[in-house]
Every structure is written in structure tokens, then in C-alpha cells.
């Protein structure tokens, strides 16, 4: 299980790019399959790592090292987990984004529109709000932003009136049923693309996905000692457009304020100026990689 639970994208450049050194401290936010955990552990000598995952499988997955300290939540409580273990500064931080392989081939967690199962796409299963909930009791209004905002669908108001007819007849309680309904709004040529937007709308709203990587970014900006390492994997435009606006300017409109003589007072430096993709050898074995756009900063 544990060589396929996740393949970790771009591994050898994200962990280069923390810069780590033994004894370092270092966070890996999204623990997974624990690739990434096993390369960072590899190169911090007597260094302490601290994994969050908020996904129960993971546990099976992890390594048996007295120097990670692994805790099962989402990385939105980073700051507060940190303090509970007496650590106020870390050397670098890093969080891959995108969701495992094991969770979107898992048919009973209702990631993928490829099985007809419930529709669930919780990464916590103990939340009590999962996609069925939100397609059925939301208003034509709110299932509107969700996709126009989190799928930036075009269409997203024919795509909701077919959802509001459809559950008016009877719930709308698998993924089957939603990839019915969404087929009625797009050629059949791009019906791929827009199920997967359909989809990753839900899942966003489902586990709040932006509020909690705001409230990380803002955390890591607290944590990394200066001269910290930020490093970070994306897979879609919404979310490289915070990770890149606070790099920016240390707020997620990516304002750059001036103190008072008019210098640019900027959070970070940035180690890669151009956005790193996955290469075509990668991207050819790993076509979730296809999409990711790696990130790395230092703190001023």
C-alpha cells in the first residue's frame, strides 16, 4: 500500500527547494502516502518533522522514524499544533496541494465522476457536510458561486437550473446521478473537462478548501524563522492565485503595501521566478502531475 497509495509530484525539486540542513525543522502539511516526508527525513539529520493529514488512511502509511511527529488534521491548525509541541519557528514548510491518488480511485469516497458512488468527497470523514448534502439543500444561489467561483464554469446557471429540476423529482445521492445531469450541459467533445470542474467546485465547498489554505498561508508566514523555506504544489488556477498573490505581497489580493519612506514591503523572496512544471518524463507517468505548478520562497 505503501507504493501506491500516492506518487509525489516533482519530489527531488520541491525538497531541494526547502533548502533543509540537518537539524532542521520542518513541516510537511500534507503527509499522503509519505513521499515527500521520506526525502525530507533523509536530509535533516537529527532535525524533527512535523506531517499533518486529515485523511484516516494515512496512517497506514506512515514511517516508522521517532523524528516525525505525525498529526491527523487539517493544515488549517498548523500554528496551533505547533505551539501545543513548545515550537514557535520552523526552517521550512511545504504542502503539495493536490488530492492523493488513493483518494480519487477510491471508489466509496466520491471524488471521481469514473464510478457511481455516493457522493461524499470528504477528506475528513468525521465532517458532518459532504457533496450529497450540498447538491440537495443549497440554494440555486449558493450552487451558482460554488461553481462559477470554484470551477469557473461559464454555464454554471444552466448546469444549476438542470441540478434544481432533478432533485425537485428525487435526491440526487450518487456521482452517477450528478455526471447525468451535468452531460445535459456540455458537448460531449470537452465532457471530461467540464465534469472535472463540476466535480472540483463540490469537493472545494465540501472540505472549504480555500478558507483552510488562507488560514495555512497565513500561519506559515508566522512559523518560518527569516530565511525560511515556503515551498508549494498547486493544480489549479484558483489556488496558485493565492499561493502566488501572498508570496507576492503577504495578503491574497497580492497588494504590495510601502512603509513610510515607500519601500515595497515584501514577505518573501522568491527562490524560482518562473513557476516549475513537472517535466514530459513525469507528466507521462503521472498524469495528475500534468497540472501542478511548484512555488518556492524564502521569508525576508
Known amino acids: 500500500m505503501k507504493e501506491v497509495y500516492h506518487i509525489p509530484v516533482m519530489p527531488e525539486q520541491s525538497v531541494e527547494g526547502l533548502g533543509l540542513f540537518a537539524g532542521a525543522i520542518v513541516v510537511d502539511a500534507t503527509y499522503g502516502g509519505?513521499?515527500?516526508?521520506?526525502?525530507?527525513?533523509?536530509?535533516?539529520?537529527?532535525?524533527?518533522?512535523?506531517a499533518f493529514d486529515q485523511d484516516k488512511d494515512?496512517?497506514?502509511?506512515?514511517?516508522?522514524?521517532?523524528?516525525?511527529?505525525f498529526?491527523?488534521?487539517?493544515?488549517?491548525?498548523?500554528?496551533?499544533?505547533?505551539?501545543?509541541?513548545?515550537?514557535?519557528?520552523?526552517d521550512a514548510i511545504m504542502a503539495d496541494l493536490g488530492v492523493s491518488s488513493h483518494d480519487f480511485d477510491s471508489p466509496d469516497r466520491g471524488f471521481s465522476f469514473r464510478f457511481d458512488e455516493k457522493l461524499d468527497m470528504r477528506m475528513n470523514l468525521n465532517s458532518n457536510t459532504d457533496a450529497g448534502y450540498i447538491i440537495n439543500n443549497y440554494s440555486e444561489e449558493e450552487l451558482n458561486v460554488i461553481f462559477r467561483e470554484y470551477g469557473e464554469i461559464k454555464?454554471?446557471?444552466?448546469?444549476?437550473?438542470?441540478?434544481?429540476?432533478?432533485?425537485?423529482?428525487k435526491p440526487i445521492?450518487?456521482?452517477?446521478q450528478l455526471k447525468e445531469i451535468a452531460l445535459k450541459c456540455t458537448p460531449a467533445a470537452v465532457s471530461n473537462k467540464y465534469l472535472a470542474k463540476v466535480f472540483q467546485?463540490?469537493?472545494?465547498?465540501?472540505?472549504?478548501?480555500?478558507?483552510?489554505?488562507?488560514?495555512?498561508?497565513?500561519?506559515?508566514?508566522?512559523?518560518?524563522?527569516?530565511?525560511?523555506?515556503?515551498?508549494?504544489?498547486?493544480?489549479?488556477?484558483?489556488?496558485?492565485r493565492l499561493c502566488k498573490n501572498f508570496i507576492k505581497s503577504g495578503n491574497f489580493e497580492g497588494i504590495i503595501e510601502k512603509d513610510f519612506f515607500g519601500n515595497q514591503k515584501n514577505p518573501f523572496r522568491l527562490?524560482?521566478?518562473?513557476?516549475?512544471?513537472?517535466?514530459?518524463?513525469?507528466?507521462?507517468?503521472?498524469?495528475?502531475?500534468?497540472?501542478?505548478?511548484?512555488?518556492?520562497a524564502e521569508k525576508i
Open 34 to 50: 509519505g513521499g515527500h516526508s521520506r526525502l525530507i527525513l533523509e536530509k535533516i539529520g537529527n532535525g524533527k518533522l512535523f
Open 58 to 69: 494515512t496512517v497506514a502509511n506512515l514511517i516508522d522514524d521517532k523524528r516525525l511527529v
Open 71 to 90: 498529526i491527523r488534521h487539517n493544515f488549517r491548525y498548523m500554528k496551533n499544533f505547533l505551539r501545543y509541541y513548545d515550537t514557535a519557528e520552523v
Open 155 to 169: 454555464n454554471s446557471g444552466r448546469l444549476v437550473t438542470e441540478i434544481s429540476k432533478y432533485r425537485k423529482e
Open 173 to 176: 445521492k450518487t456521482t452517477g
Open 201 to 240: 467546485a463540490l469537493r472545494i465547498e465540501v472540505n472549504d478548501e480555500m478558507g483552510a489554505l488562507k488560514e495555512f498561508l497565513a500561519s506559515s508566514l508566522d512559523l518560518l524563522r527569516p530565511g525560511g523555506r515556503l515551498v508549494v504544489i498547486t493544480y489549479h488556477s484558483l489556488e496558485d
Open 271 to 296: 527562490i524560482n521566478r518562473k513557476v516549475i512544471v513537472p517535466d514530459k518524463a513525469e507528466a507521462g507517468i503521472n498524469k495528475r502531475a500534468r497540472s501542478a505548478k511548484l512555488r518556492i
